[in-house]
């Protein structure tokens, strides 16, 4: 199993990010799939997920309208378009898996700074 996240660097305030997610090794049309972060001292939080049946997606209150999840169920991928960044988006982004079980990428930085 592999999920390996692209799309991280450095950003100004009010900029744009999309990253992507590209996973291997399990079902993934049938996978809950979400996007985490985790700023510099802090615990790691959810941050978006897509479900894999009906198109649901849900959004921490913080990046609503800001951010979209997105997913491409026949590329096996997954992507977080960021709008509107500001420095407290400063952070590790993971992609997370579940299918019975769940499965971690390892995370693009994502720093938004003038």
């Known amino acids: 199993v592999q999920l390996v996240e692209s799309g991280g660097g450095l950003v100004q305030p009010g900029g744009s990010l999309r990253l992507s997610c590209a996973a291997s090794?399990?079902?993934?049309?049938?996978?809950?799939m979400r996007w985490y972060r985790q700023p510099p001292g802090k615990e790691r939080e959810l941050v978006a997920a897509?479900?894999?049946?009906?198109?649901?997606?849900v959004y921490v209150d913080s990046v609503k309208g800001r951010f979209t999840i997105s997913r491409d169920n026949a590329k096996s991928a997954v992507y977080l378009q960021m709008n509107n960044l500001k420095p407290e988006d400063t952070a590790v982004y993971y992609c997370?898996?579940?299918?019975?079980?769940?499965?971690w990428g390892q995370g693009t930085q994502v720093t938004v700074s003038s």
């Open positions: 897509s479900y894999s049946t009906g198109g649901s997606t």
């Open positions: 997370n898996a579940w299918l019975f079980r769940e499965y």
């Open positions: 090794g399990f079902t993934f049309s049938m996978s809950l």
